[in-house]
């Protein structure tokens, strides 16, 4: 969980590289995806996917085609994250929410169960950022949730969403991304960190994990990861180690890079040197004080 353009396809890529994990994506998008028919990173259109064409018809056999556009119209009211009702019903006991908890609760346990048996690893990784989501499915008494709160300076984000980002369906850019102002990208950054921290304090097995750390110390990173979700982490740190290239198998959801067949690790920080000086500045003096908590200077 967390803002965007932080490393999470990155991450997720290199936690598939693992013989026990499976990089999924975002799954939170999986509905999008099979209603458009969008690309999987291995090149095919999902529906037509060795995968999650599988995945698909698991999901419709444990739910029928009418439950189961009914299962993702809820699973998207529940974890509407610019709700504030939406956050109200899930923190607090709101009056009739009971029912549609235990509702949401089997429509997410059936949609994951429809990928694990479709796969052959033990751990699925969702690089869904909404925190809501994240909280939902740590109160899902069917699933072991482990927790990653992704972070980056949030100057890249700001410059990343200043630039024009047009369609390009093949290459994993599904809509059209307009420029956004820096006081917006600064606000949304805010928030989605405020709420991370929220769900972040209700779990006993999550880490903070800084884009910077991770590009630049892949061991120091995962190592903290290994922590919590009980793996030996070695495999992927020998590859990072012997600079072999990370194998992208099946990534529904996530940005352009999960197009690529394979990536070398790398840490970018274009940003400092094209975004304005004053366009930093000004994103920074509206995100001091949460930009200092997580370690970054001016």
């Known amino acids: 969980m967390g803002a965007g353009r932080s490393g999470s396809t990155v991450l997720n890529i290199m936690l598939g590289s693992h013989p026990e994990i499976f990089g999924a994506g975002e799954l939170q998008n999986l509905g999008r995806a099979l209603a458009n028919n969008e690309y999987c990173s291995c090149g095919d259109k999902i529906k037509d996917c060795s995968f999650w064409s599988k995945v698909y018809s698991n999901w ?15 699973i998207r009211k529940v974890e509407n994250l610019k709700s504030p009702l939406a956050w109200i019903k899930m923190l607090l006991n709101y009056p009739g929410q009971s ?43 069917h699933l072991d949730l482990r927790l990653i709160h992704l972070v980056r300076d949030g100057r890249a984000l700001a410059w990343s969403l200043f630039n024009v980002h047009e369609v390009n369906k093949k290459l994993g850019v599904e809509k059209e991304l307009k420029p956004r102002p820096i ?21 006993g097995k999550v880490v903070i994990m800084k884009y910077e750390e991770l590009t630049k110390n892949p061991e120091k990173s995962l190592r903290k990861l290994e922590s919590i979700i009980d793996l030996d982490l070695q495999p992927i740190i ?30 970018n920080d274009d940003w400092r040197r094209q975004m304005a000086i004053n366009d930093q500045k000004k994103f920074y003096n509206m995100t001091r004080r949460t930009m200092s908590s997580f370690g970054y200077s001016d």
């Open 238 to 267: 020998r590859n990072i180690q012997e600079e072999t290239p990370l194998p992208i198998a099946h990534v529904m959801s996530g940005n352009k890079l999960r197009m690529s067949k394979s990536i070398k690790l790398r840490y």
């Open 183 to 203: 006081w917006r990208t600064a606000a949304f950054w805010l928030i989605i960190n405020w709420q991370s921290n929220l769900v972040r304090k209700r779990s």
């Open 99 to 141: 029912k549609v908890l235990e509702e949401y609760f089997k429509d997410s346990y059936l949609f994951f169960n429809a990928i694990t048996t479709s796969m052959d690893q033990k751990v699925i990784t969702d690089i869904s950022k909404n925190p809501l989501r994240a909280l939902g499915l740590l109160k899902n008494p």
């Open 60 to 74: 419709i056999d444990s739910t029928q085609e009418v439950q189961f556009n009914s299962a993702m119209t809820r």
